[in-house]
């Protein structure tokens, strides 16, 4: 079992900068891959970022790319969303889900356990 919890959102003004965080329990954290989601007010939910188990391999969704970048640090059972020139159409729930194996998967129902999620709101 793992249990998630996501934190650092909040309100940016359009252009500006958040790092979410997502804290992980359980055990042989670093064999989970871990990815992050959002989803919007009467949208479905999309594939943000992924990041290995080991850390050594990323994959991001086109429309953040070249602006985000997720992390990990198996250490402290943790995985950072950085989030950089953030506009409006990206308010919305971001939540992290982890996968019981090491490789990167983008949709939703290939992971196993799920944050609570964290809500992200830009301003103009």
């Known amino acids: 079992q793992v249990q998630l919890v996501e934190s650092g959102g909040g309100l940016v003004q359009a252009g500006g900068s958040l790092r979410l965080s997502c804290a992980a329990s359980?055990?042989?954290?670093?064999?989970?891959?871990v990815a992050w989601f959002r989803q919007a007010p009467g949208k479905e939910r999309e594939f943000v970022a992924a990041?290995?188990?080991?850390?050594?391999?990323?994959y991001y969704a086109d429309s953040v790319n070249g602006r985000f970048t997720i992390s990990r640090d198996n250490a402290k059972n943790t995985v950072y969303l950085q989030m950089n020139s953030l506009n409006r159409e990206e308010t919305a729930v971001y939540s992290c889900?982890?996968?019981?194996?090491?490789?990167?998967?983008?949709?939703?129902?290939?992971?196993?356990?799920w944050g609570q999620g964290t809500q992200v709101t830009v301003s103009s």
């Open positions: 889900a982890a996968r019981c194996v090491s490789g990167i998967g983008r949709g939703s129902d290939e992971y196993d356990y």
């Open positions: 990041v290995r188990g080991s850390g050594g391999t990323t």
């Open positions: 359980g055990r042989a954290f670093s064999t989970y891959g």
